[in-house]
């Protein structure tokens, strides 16, 4: 269930991708990111119902995942809800799928800091007090 992003994001910090091909019924997906232990997925909404709907008819779980990115439209709140209370991820939507580059700023909840990565072929982002990132080029314009 790939955005732009993560088919050039994912090489480039040595991350596995796994793509789901033609196959986009819930029962295809579930199966695909249970044996792959996928762990952050993205999706429209529809494509997360029939894969809610598929778990909830056979009881199955998919134990690795930990993050989910919806987008398309407005994603309802109910839904939202029992995406994190029956998969017990963490659930983020954005602007539509379409319009999602490579480095769309998705932004989840850390738990821990890490140092910032640079961008693939870029240069490390200079890391200051309070985790704000002075970006080159562009002084006086500073990323929180």
Do not use: N, Y
């Amino acid at each position: 269930m790939p955005t732009a992003g993560p088919p050039f994001a994912a090489p480039a910090v040595g991350a596995k991708l796994v793509l789901p091909g033609r196959h986009t019924d819930g029962a295809s997906l579930a199966t695909l990111m249970r044996d792959e232990g996928v762990t952050f997925a993205a999706g429209v909404q529809t494509v997360w119902l029939g894969v809610l709907d598929h778990l909830d008819a056979v009881g199955g779980e998919l134990p690795a995942l930990k993050r989910i990115l919806i987008g398309g439209a407005k994603c309802p709140v109910a839904l939202i809800r029992r995406m994190e209370t029956r998969l017990g991820a963490s659930v983020q939507t954005s602007w539509g799928m379409t319009e999602l580059s490579p480095l769309a700023p998705w932004r989840f909840r850390a738990r821990r800091r890490t140092t910032p990565r640079p961008s693939a072929g870029g240069r490390r982002p200079q890391a200051h007090r309070h985790w704000r990132m002075t970006l080159p080029r562009q002084r006086g314009v500073v990323a929180t």
